[in-house]
């Protein structure tokens, strides 16, 4: 197996310097660049109750939770509504394309969300984003929050766990969505997503901030310790427009982890929500489900994510935490957070051509169920640990704009794929259309095994605040 070729840090951090992420901007949103002369040193703030690394396990599974709800309630969004697409086409008289469109455009807004959430809680702090109601910015600023409550050997669970939920949703949505489309109409799904919402409200009051310049300008201003003065409003806009809002998308097109990060992660996500139409059309009309039935049928997209949550979990244990020990201070090449990935990047396309050449009449429902999960199963290997490397590739400022931006790719490419799902299962057929898909997941498949070998050397010559070791 390749290995992670390291070199020795520029300069030696210590944890510190971790818990106290650096910022870019001078004057928004930042502690040393607000020039706050805190009453807490460097060494203070590493051991201040303040500090989010510092908090009981309590505090830190509340944040975890806020976290997840959120996530899971703007996922399930997306796929309860799916099951109600002739429902559409026979009470508004549209066709097919028409009658998807409530999905893709609910999930085009979760990539525009996040491109604003994200930044902007770089500048207000995460908690006020995550208090805006509007659910969708979490899904960027999350990877913030955990690089700033949990130090990088403990960040592996609770990331796990908050990208395990986002994956959930495509998959318990449709069940859920399928049995009240047929039973109550589609009306009540919608009802049934504003007592998700109010949950997660609930939940988020009981959070609190972890944005650490932000904490650091409370407790000066607690101590009594002057601040100086705010930069004019002009200013803040202008830093906001030309830097924070169109960060995500100068790296999405400028940095190459980056770039090829969300370009895998968007193709195969987009392949994910294809599912929505792929389906009912596979199972209904190859094998006369009923819409209750194929709706059951995405359970087996939570089974692989589950088994995929646990594969993530078993590589941090056996590959990724015994070599904390060789790395001073605990800071590992982020690098070896790609285990996972380069494992599951195997089981894609196996589940996309699986999908397709086993859907038969003459063949057991249960293969294309089972190539499904497998699928579902690589996928989510990918997704979380592509996230935890970029959480911890880079710092600062960048962290949020970097998820910001693979956000954006993921739900933007995600919402176009099922407009013309249908069409392309029904031309080509169901092995040659899977197939197709397949074909895209093997030409990426290389993506984490050559940032596994070559990561290193990419971050060196990166545009933006990345690890230096």
Not at 140 to 153: D, L, R, Y
Not at 187 to 196: A, G, K, L, V, Y
Not at 254 to 283: E, H, K, N, R
Not at 288 to 305: K, M, N, R
Request: with cysteine; aromatic share 14%; charged share 10%.
């Amino acid at each position: 197996m390749a290995t992670v070729e390291t070199s020795q840090p520029k300069n030696q951090q210590n944890e510190a310097d971790d818990a106290s992420p650096s910022t870019t901007a001078p004057g928004v949103g930042t502690g040393d660049d607000e020039k706050v002369q805190s009453p807490v040193s460097n060494e203070d703030w590493e051991y201040s109750s303040q500090n989010p690394y510092n908090w009981s396990t309590q505090s830190k599974v509340l944040q975890v939770l806020m976290m997840a709800s959120a996530a899971f309630t703007t996922s399930v969004g997306v796929s309860i509504l799916s099951p109600a697409h002739i429902q559409f086409m026979e009470e508004f008289g549209v066709g097919s394309t028409v009658a998807i469109l409530p999905l893709s455009l609910y999930v085009f807004a979760l990539g525009l969300g996040p491109v604003v959430g994200g930044p902007l809680s770089e500048t207000v702090g995460r908690y006020p984003v995550y208090l805006g109601f509007c659910f969708a910015p979490s899904l960027a600023i999350a990877g913030g929050t955990i690089n700033e409550t949990f130090k990088p050997v403990k960040r592996a669970l609770p990331s796990t766990i908050f990208i395990l939920t986002p994956f959930l949703g495509p998959g318990l949505g449709p069940v859920i969505g399928s049995f009240i489309v047929n039973r109550k109409g589609w009306r009540w799904t919608q009802w049934t997503m504003i007592f998700f919402g109010i949950l997660t409200i609930i939940i988020s009051l009981f959070a609190k901030e972890t944005f650490h310049p932000a904490i650091k300008r409370r407790v000066a201003s607690q101590f009594g310790r002057a601040l100086s003065e705010s930069p004019p409003l002009a200013f803040k806009l202008r830093f906001f427009m030309t830097i924070a809002l169109f960060r995500p998308i100068q790296m999405l097109l400028s940095d190459p982890i980056v770039a090829f990060i969300c370009l895998y992660v968007a193709c195969q996500f987009a392949t994910l929500f294809s599912f929505f139409a792929a389906v009912p059309l596979v199972f209904q009309g190859v094998y006369g489900f009923g819409i209750e039935d194929s709706g059951l049928v995405f359970l087996s997209i939570v089974v692989g994510c589950l088994l995929g949550a646990l594969t993530v979990l078993i590589c941090d244990v056996l590959l990724y935490r015994p070599r904390v020990a060789g790395f001073p201070g605990g800071h590992i090449p982020p690098e070896y957070r790609l285990f996972p990935a380069m494992i599951g990047s195997i089981g894609l396309p196996t589940g996309l051509f699986w999908l397709g050449w086993t859907a038969r009449a003459n063949i057991s429902w249960t293969n294309p169920v089972v190539a499904i999960m497998i699928f579902a199963w690589g996928n989510l290997c990918v997704f979380v640990s592509t996230t935890q490397y970029i959480v911890d590739t880079y710092h600062g400022l960048t962290v949020a704009s970097a998820m910001s931006a693979n956000s954006l790719a993921r739900y933007g490419l995600a919402a176009a794929f099922p407009l013309f799902t249908i069409q392309m299962y029904t031309k080509l057929g169901i092995g040659w259309a899977s197939s197709l898909l397949g074909f895209i997941a093997v030409a990426l498949l290389p993506v984490p095994w050559l940032f596994f070998v070559s990561g290193h050397k990419l971050r060196r010559v990166s545009r933006f605040e990345t690890a230096d070791i």
